[in-house]
């Protein structure tokens, strides 16, 4: 298995580009169950997780091809990659290949959709927490959709196709709102939901759906209105700029200090993490070609942060900030409201010399702390590569094991940090 060998103390200095989003590339490509035409993902991130959902896709019988490098790319330009779903073969989606990727449960509303069926496994918990599945469950019955648990997986039918309705999700859900979102687009009439997530990959999912055909209004808002349509077809469109990976090398120089262009990034996507930042006295600014990161020694400010849906401080960066917050000068307090175990990296963090204290679903962090170099594992994506964000700074040397977790979410982690000084390797085997 491999790992990643960083020996800290680096400052970061340089450019680093910016990869289309996992979390938008993902249901984009989910959306491709809904037409017997080709869509097109431009800037499609090269990351396992993508891998999986390309296989996953395939057992539904959608064929994927990925164009050759052109002229003027280079291994860090985004993919190219065509989906096609002539027929749809098979709308189940078994228990080996959704529990390796819960996202890939959200093929349950396009398939419902298309094909008026879908068998779909129960993702199962995950190491963030338990993670249900009742909003998709209540959402696809309000549009007409029949659902029943045989056997882990659910079963649903819509035998004459989806019926437009009203949907009121309990709490902002990304997953719930992307799958009801696409479900809807094929369903005969209007449908509306309320109290719809509102993250950028979602308007990023509603914007491809309507050049594909789709007439939706209000993504980006907390209600969505989709009108109905009887088919769907072909269109081209390039995945936005991922804000987790901008927000996370931020973060990392936040961290260690430098000066450092993330190229390709949109200060737009971000405004809570960057903010946050620059009154932290991180220097933030907007250039014509994404956003430029200095900290040139000044010291850090301690935060006080609550996670929370978009607009909101997100939950995905977390992890990251904490890493930060062990550099701040003063007591630092993060309070994670989206799931309920996503502190796994604290007791890592504590092996390199954080000192972290949990009540609840609050930490409290002493910034200053000492960092010294230690082994330690990658429990989930974010939280390794806070991980990473921690080794850069500790004395000596960190090595991080269960590093598949990492390769899940951030393309060329090692390269892009090397590039701007950081010893940082990747060990195979
Ligand atoms: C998406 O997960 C992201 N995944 C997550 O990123 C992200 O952390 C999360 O949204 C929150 O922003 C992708 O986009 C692929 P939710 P999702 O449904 O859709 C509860 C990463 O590291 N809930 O918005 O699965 C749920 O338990 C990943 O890239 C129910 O109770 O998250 C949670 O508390 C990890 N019942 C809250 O809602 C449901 O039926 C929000 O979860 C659905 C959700």
């Known amino acids: 298995m491999d790992r990643i060998r960083i020996v800290g103390g680096q ?18 490509m989910i959306a491709s169950l809904l037409t017997d035409e080709t869509l097109t993902l431009e800037n499609v991130p090269r ?30 330009t985004g993919q190219t990659v065509h989906l096609s779903a002539r027929a749809i073969v098979d709308t189940t989606a078994p228990y080996e290949l959704v529990s390796t990727m ?113 007439r939706i209004e209000g993504a980006g808002t907390s209600t969505i209105h989709v009108e109905g349509v009887s088919r769907l077809g072909g269109a081209r469109h390039r995945v ?34 960057l903010a946050l930042l620059a009154g932290a006295g991180v220097g933030v600014e907007r250039t014509n070609s994404g956003v430029r990161i200095t900290r040139n020694g000044h010291g850090l400010a301690p935060v ?3 996670t929370a ?33 996503r502190f796994m990296h604290v007791q890592e963090l504590a092996r390199l010399g954080a000192r972290i204290t949990l009540d609840g679903q609050r930490a409290t962090i002493e910034g200053g702390a000492k960092l010294k170099g230690a082994p330690v594992m990658a429990t989930d994506l974010r939280a390794s590569v806070s991980l990473v964000i921690a080794g850069l700074a500790a004395e ?4 991080i094991n269960r590093v598949y977790h990492l390769d899940r979410g951030f393309e060329r982690l090692e390269d892009k940090l090397g590039r701007c000084g950081a010893e940082i390797e990747r060990i195979s085997g």
């Open 396 to 399: 000596g040397e960190t090595t």
């Open 102 to 214: 819960r996202a890939s449960f959200w093929v349950i509303g396009p398939l419902l959709a298309r094909m008026g069926e879908a068998r779909v496994s129960l993702p199962g918990g995950c190491a963030i927490g338990t993670r249900p599945v009742d909003f998709f469950i209540e959402g696809l019955k309000g549009l007409g959709a029949e659902i029943d648990i045989d056997a882990g997986y659910v079963v649903a039918r819509a035998r004459k196709g989806m019926q437009g309705g009203r949907v009121v999700l309990p709490k902002v859900s990304v997953g719930a709102t992307h799958t009801l979102l696409m479900a809807a687009t094929l369903a005969r009439g209007e449908t509306v939901i309320e109290n719809a997530a509102r993250e950028p990959e979602i308007v990023d999912l509603a914007r491809c759906l309507m050049a594909m055909g789709a």
């Open 304 to 306: 006080d942060v609550t």
């Open 11 to 28: 400052r970061l200095n340089g450019t680093i580009p910016i990869s289309g989003a996992k979390n938008a590339a993902l249901p984009l």
């Open 309 to 341: 849906p978009f607009p909101g401080f997100p939950t995905d960066l977390q992890a990251q900030l904490m890493a930060m917050t062990t550099r701040a000068d003063g007591v630092s307090h993060i309070t994670e409201t989206i799931f309920e175990n």
């Open 240 to 273: 936005l700029p991922d804000r987790i990976e901008t927000g996370t090398y931020a973060m990392a120089v936040a961290t260690v200090g430098g000066d450092v262009l993330l190229e390709g990034a949109s200060a737009d996507l971000i405004e809570a993490p």
């Open 47 to 76: 990351l396992r997780d993508v891998q999986q959902l390309f296989h996953i896709l395939s057992n539904h019988g959608v064929d994927h091809s990925i164009e050759g490098k052109r002229n003027g790319q280079d291994g860090m």
